[in-house]
């Protein structure tokens, strides 16, 4: 019983713990974790997307108008577009109103895929037999991509968009 009484009425002993040294250290290993963690997240950010969205965004919202102005004009030429797969090939066909195709005498496409400007591609168009613009496209990688025709008609410039899906 006496060495009970004892413990109890011992006092701790006086001064810091031996473990009581490395607190200091483990508020330094706490930032530089925290440190490596956000350096690592900033690398990331930084190398995997460009930061450009659109070029002379400026620019292009002061003549937004002028674009409306001229999709109006080129909707009430009453054009009928078709844009889609035949194989390997993307195919782009134009008829007026009355059903008739609509020569068109040079045609350029852009393949590009809404996030990520890494791997646009642009070509021309080659007319077949049938009156029919082609572009070969089985050089690109599977997904999905938005693809612009660009048409040069009697009428002026005609510009045709569409979404697409290669497999």
């Known amino acids: 019983m006496s060495a009970l009484k004892n413990a109890q009425t011992t006092p701790p002993p006086a001064g810091p713990r031996p473990s009581d040294k490395w607190i200091p250290w483990y508020i330094v290993l706490f930032f530089v974790c925290i440190t490596c963690v956000l350096g690592t997240f900033t690398w990331i950010a930084l190398s995997t997307h460009t930061g450009t969205v659109t070029d002379d965004a400026y620019k292009k919202g002061l003549a937004y108008n002028e674009t409306i102005h001229q999709a109006d004009a080129q909707n009430a030429w009453g054009y009928a577009p078709s844009l889609a797969r035949a194989g390997d090939d993307v195919v782009f066909t134009l008829k007026d109103a009355a059903g008739l195709p609509v020569q068109v005498t040079a045609a350029a496409v852009w393949f590009f895929r809404p ?30 991509w938005e693809v612009r025709v660009l048409a040069t008609t009697p009428k002026g410039a005609y510009q045709y968009s569409k979404r697409m899906v290669f497999e």
Do not use: I
């Not at 996030?115 to 690109?140: C, F, W």
């Open 115 to 144: 996030a990520d400007a890494r791997g646009d591609v642009r070509g021309d168009m080659t007319a077949d037999a049938a009156g029919a613009l082609r572009y070969d496209a089985k050089s690109l990688a599977r997904g999905l």
